[in-house]
């Protein structure tokens, strides 16, 4: 997607996190979108590779599997 549309799709799907209280889940590639969650999977060859957890409440943690 282009800068501006994922920019604009991030916002719509916080403010459904924020407002609405909605668990979002969303598999992407976008670093952008990626650092505004609360929560990053990372997969490798379809594998978990690592996990961060509570990015935003605690710091950036990492958690290697």
Sequence with gaps: ??????HDRGRV???LNR???VTILLA???QELAAAADDIVHLRDG???SIQTDR?????GRAAL
């Design 1 to 6: 997607l282009a800068d501006r549309a994922v």
């Design 13 to 15: 799907l916080a403010a």
């Design 19 to 21: 407002d609405a209280g």
């Design 28 to 30: 992407t590639h976008s």
């Design 47 to 49: 594998r978990v590779e």
């Design 56 to 60: 935003r409440r605690s710091g950036a």
